[in-house]
């Protein structure tokens, strides 16, 4: 192998738990390997970004990997880390997901290649839907005991918590069904290794162990750190809930900005994990950045890779675009280039006003526009004040009370920007 998986993981800070012998094994030549990936939304968030990077990092490497959909084991609910169990969903509802899915890693994995390392798209309930629950208890349940199930660390701490359901026999099945898919995928597919969140060693394992009993062969295991935030808030959540890959839940603009807005010391830790710089680049960069932080060059480094990557170059000049308007100087004409979703999300809670068309096709007039139609200005007289002193402006432009606001200087044919002193943003918006 041209590239050492294991030790670009190392470097990166992406290993946390690896099966002796795991490294070497891969070094054998090409490997398969796995990530499960929870179907209950259509679309990734970025808590699912760092698994969908140890599948590139291992496809770069030329393994094959695997994006195993958990349409079954999506049904049941995973105890690890988690406090309740998941909504059931329908198989119509999962094949959409899947396809959203699918079109989301196709981003970042090669599926449509000739080459023998092309990534594949599985779904367990494929192999599960038509499996008898007396099938299953004897051809599985028989070869794992109840002590090995109890001993993991992720029912262990389900059964210990406070909380007052317990854990049912439906989740304490969990691991011996995700056990089971590794089985599948090593019978079916010659996969050896599966890999997850530390949170999945248990489950991990317990796929292994099935291999060595049922399947007569050896399968190794390999997680990565559940990733956190310096400051102990929750990794890859907003103010609005997840952080999505998909641009109608979270707009490239807040994406950009999530990355934007992360501290130093996590821009240190992500850009290492969430981008594809090389060693030297990255060192070169938290160098730069660490004499003058305040330029934040490394967190501007990091939003503009990871933009790029999920959505594309054009999301990402949007974005850039979008945060110039609000942080920096910016024209008329590329305010008018905004889409109107990210016009609305820069300027949203900003106070607005609504204008009938027909005032703007004969011409509003700034006094009109700034107080008599809209009491953005208090009154007339004050208006005037602050046009004489030459601080407002149309859509980023300053103007003079003689300036008059046409169909022309609508943005998205709807919207006009408004603005006293560096702040102060007021939105017309015409109907």
Same mark, same amino acid.
């Given at each position: 192998?041209?590239?050492?998986?294991?030790?670009?993981?190392? *470097?990166?800070?992406?290993?946390?738990?690896?099966?002796?012998?795991?490294?070497?094994?891969?070094l054998?030549?090409?490997?398969?390997?796995?990530?499960?990936?929870? @179907?209950?939304?259509?679309?990734?968030?970025i808590?699912?970004?760092?698994?969908v990077?140890?599948l590139?990092?291992?496809?770069?490497?030329?393994?094959? @990997?695997f994006?195993?959909?958990?349409?079954?084991?999506?049904?049941i609910?995973?105890p690890?880390g988690?406090?309740?169990e998941?909504?059931?969903?329908?198989e119509?509802?999962?094949?959409l997901?899947?396809?959203a899915?699918?079109?989301? +890693?196709?981003?970042?994995?090669?599926f449509e &290649?000739?080459?023998?390392?092309?990534? %594949?798209?599985?779904n367990?309930?494929? *192999?599960?839907?038509?499996?008898?629950?007396?099938?299953?208890?004897?051809d599985?349940g028989?070869h794992?005991?109840?002590n !090995?199930?109890?001993a993991?660390d992720?029912?262990k701490k389900?059964?210990?918590?406070?909380?007052a359901e317990g854990?049912s026999?439906?989740?304490?099945t969990?691991?011996?069904?995700?056990? !089971?898919?590794? #089985?599948?995928l !090593?019978?079916h597919?010659?996969?050896?290794l599966?890999?997850?969140? &530390?949170?999945? *060693?248990?489950?991990?394992?317990?796929?292994t162990?099935?291999i060595?009993?049922?399947?007569?062969g050896?399968g190794?295991?390999?997680?990565?750190?559940?990733?956190?935030k310096a400051?102990?808030?929750?990794?890859?959540?907003?103010e609005?809930?997840?952080?999505w890959l998909?641009?109608h839940?979270?707009?490239?603009?807040?994406? !950009?900005q999530? *990355? +934007?807005?992360?501290s130093?010391e996590?821009a240190?830790?992500?850009i290492?994990?969430?981008?594809? #710089?090389?060693?030297?680049?990255?060192?070169?960069?938290?160098? %730069?950045h660490r004499?003058?932080p305040?330029?934040?060059n490394?967190?501007?480094? #990091?939003? %503009?890779?990871?933009?790029?990557?999920?959505?594309?170059?054009e999301?990402?000049?949007n974005?850039l675009?979008?945060?110039?308007?609000?942080?920096?100087?910016t024209?008329s004409?590329?305010?008018?280039?905004?889409?109107?979703?990210?016009?609305?999300?820069?300027?949203?809670?900003?106070?607005?006003?609504?204008?009938?068309r027909n005032?703007?096709?004969?011409? +509003?007039?700034?006094?009109g526009?700034?107080?008599?139609k809209?009491?953005? +200005?208090?009154?007339?007289?004050e208006a005037?004040?602050?046009?004489?002193q030459n601080?407002i402006?149309?859509?980023k432009?300053?103007?003079?009370?003689q300036?008059?606001?046409k169909?022309s200087d609508l943005?998205? %044919?709807?919207?006009?920007?408004?603005?006293?002193g560096?702040k102060?943003?007021y939105? #017309?918006?015409?109907?």
């Amino acid at each position: 192998m041209a590239v050492n998986f294991v030790a670009e993981l190392k *470097w990166r800070g992406m290993l946390h738990d690896v099966m002796p012998g795991t490294e070497e094994h891969l070094l054998k030549g090409m490997q398969s390997a796995y990530v499960g990936i929870d @179907p209950t939304a259509n679309s990734l968030h970025i808590g699912h970004l760092v698994g969908v990077m140890m599948l590139r990092h291992f496809q770069l490497a030329g393994h094959k @990997p695997f994006a195993l959909v958990g349409g079954a084991t999506g049904m049941i609910g995973d105890p690890s880390g988690k406090s309740s169990e998941r909504n059931l969903l329908d198989e119509t509802t999962l094949r959409l997901n899947q396809e959203a899915l699918k079109e989301q +890693l196709s981003r970042f994995l090669d599926f449509e &290649s000739d080459a023998d390392n092309a990534a %594949e798209l599985v779904n367990n309930y494929d *192999w599960m839907k038509d499996f008898s629950f007396l099938d299953f208890i004897r051809d599985v349940g028989k070869h794992i005991t109840v002590n !090995y199930m109890m001993a993991k660390d992720s029912v262990k701490k389900r059964l210990s918590s406070d909380a007052a359901e317990g854990m049912s026999f439906t989740e304490f099945t969990y691991q011996l069904v995700q056990g !089971y898919d590794f #089985l599948y995928l !090593y019978q079916h597919h010659n996969c050896t290794l599966q890999m997850g969140g &530390s949170d999945q *060693w248990g489950n991990i394992t317990t796929g292994t162990e099935l291999i060595r009993r049922i399947g007569k062969g050896k399968g190794f295991a390999l997680t990565c750190p559940l990733i956190t935030k310096a400051d102990g808030s929750k990794f890859g959540k907003s103010e609005e809930g997840n952080v999505w890959l998909d641009a109608h839940r979270t707009s490239p603009y807040k994406f !950009y900005q999530y *990355w +934007l807005n992360t501290s130093d010391e996590d821009a240190e830790k992500y850009i290492k994990i969430f981008t594809f #710089l090389s060693k030297e680049a990255i060192e070169h960069l938290v160098r %730069e950045h660490r004499e003058v932080p305040h330029q934040r060059n490394l967190q501007k480094k #990091l939003a %503009e890779e990871i933009t790029v990557m999920v959505h594309s170059k054009e999301a990402l000049e949007n974005a850039l675009m979008a945060s110039a308007i609000l942080f920096g100087k910016t024209t008329s004409e590329q305010l008018k280039k905004l889409d109107e979703a990210t016009f609305l999300e820069v300027f949203d809670g900003v106070p607005q006003a609504e204008i009938s068309r027909n005032e703007v096709e004969e011409g +509003l007039d700034m006094i009109g526009a700034l107080s008599a139609k809209t009491q953005f +200005l208090a009154s007339n007289g004050e208006a005037r004040r602050e046009l004489k002193q030459n601080s407002i402006s149309v859509n980023k432009e300053k103007v003079n009370e003689q300036f008059v606001i046409k169909t022309s200087d609508l943005i998205n %044919e709807k919207y006009v920007l408004l603005q006293r002193g560096k702040k102060n943003y007021y939105v #017309l918006v015409v109907n």
